[in-house]
């Protein structure tokens, strides 16, 4: 622009840089202020760039930029753009998603979904997964504990950053190809570059610096979230594992189980690091007061069954016991129990099995987690019904995920409706 631009011109370009920044259409009030700083502007014979770069740094220094501007009851179409648009990419919306806002169509769930499979794909779907996934799993926790390299020699740091991009390609691929919900519990696949496949112990050739589809269905033990490195790091503390921490976790996270906060008078558990105590011996004991008997049923039985994977995310038949400044082999892990309802299993794949057949408790939970990271909000009593609706509209699809995501956008509660 040269400085012979026209007072109509530099007008234009506030009102463009305006909508796209206030992420919708913009009243003349609203415009106002920054219309008077143009005029002011040549008024003191300052250069047209110079005036635009001043009202362009006094438009991204607006509430209306800083934050969302909704207002209550259901979204308008610019409103919903947004909200779609962020959820899924982290960007504000596109030059074809503000058209269809423009034009009225995202009242029509069909238009919404239509988007929705179009931004969930490539660089978005992998923006998506990793801040929702951030969110969700704990993922963005996984720096704050080190492994005891005495324990876990095999651990570092290049190990660490492989489980995050199996777990996030993992979630990628279900996203994508729409697989069902019960995938996050139990796979017959995963991701894998060498690295990590000699990790886990899976006798795999994959190319240096490569990453591969690996099918896992000679290798029980690993398969879905629970046995994801990043997922068992970060639900331990670098030295011990606790079946009440990732029990809890794994109710909450993935299999949709509520868990009651814990009694205000009962103490925390702490491991005996000595061996002298089994894990199974100190929680029966804190299972008998009947205060903590309820909760207990429900955390223990995946707290349990997760015992076979150690700190650092690898499988172990036996605890390690400390001897002085050295570790050896303690006590065998025994992760037999009983579910709440009845169910008793013998090892870590018959517990998997059986979580899994809760399809649609699990769809349920992905749904509700979903929704809160779409809008902030924790799910209230008033919110059931629509979970329910969104369930029921993805039975078809064995809850795939990318169905849910769809249901959750036209959902009353993402829409305010």
Known sequence: MDSEQSEKDLQRQLKRFATAAFRGPVSASVLQPYRKMIQQGLEDQKHPIDILRQVYRAVLCSPRFVYFNETPGR?????????????????????????????????????????????????????????????????????????????????????????????RRYLETLIDENLPAAALVDSDFTWLNNRLARYYDIDVDIAPSQ???????????????????????????????????????ICDRLLGVPIPDPPANVP???????????????????????????????????????????????????YLTRQNKSYTKGAKVDSAYRLADGREFDSFVAFR???????????????????????????????????????????????????????VVTSQPFLNM
């Not at 651990?155 to 995050?164: E, G, K, P, S, T």
């Not at 779409?374 to 329910?388: H, K, P, S, V, Y």
């Open 75 to 167: 979204l308008d179409d610019h409103a919903v753009a947004n909200r779609l648009s962020y959820l899924l990419t982290g960007k504000s919306p596109d030059r074809e998603l503000r058209k269809a806002a423009d034009q009225g169509k995202l009242s029509d769930p069909q238009v919404i979904v239509q988007h929705t499979r179009r931004l969930l794909r490539g660089d978005n779907l992998r923006h998506f997964v990793n801040d929702f996934s951030d969110q969700w799993l704990d993922l963005a926790d996984i720096d704050f504990t080190e492994p005891d390299r005495r324990m876990h020699g095999d651990f570092d740091l290049v190990v660490q950053n492989a489980m995050l991009i199996e777990t």
């Open 353 to 407: 099995k059986l979580a899994a057949e809760s399809d649609d408790q699990i769809a349920r939970n992905f749904a509700a987690k979903v929704l809160v990271y779409a809008t902030g909000q924790e799910i209230t009593f008033a919110d059931r019904r629509a979970l329910d609706e969104i369930v029921a509209a993805t039975k078809d699809q064995s809850f795939g995920l990318r169905s849910l995501i769809e249901a």
């Open 268 to 318: 925390a558990i702490e491991p005996d690091v000595r061996g002298a105590t089994t894990v199974r011996q100190i929680l029966e004991k804190h299972r008998s007061q009947t205060e903590c008997a309820s909760c207990h049923a429900r955390i223990d039985p995946p707290g349990f069954a997760l015992e076979h994977f150690d700190a650092a995310g690898r499988w172990r038949d036996h």
């Open 211 to 249: 990453w591969e589809r690996v099918s896992i269905a000679d290798h029980p033990y690993r398969g879905g979230l629970m046995t994801h490195g990043s997922v068992l790091k970060v639900t331990a503390n670098g030295s011990n594992t606790s079946p009440v921490v990732r029990g809890v976790w």
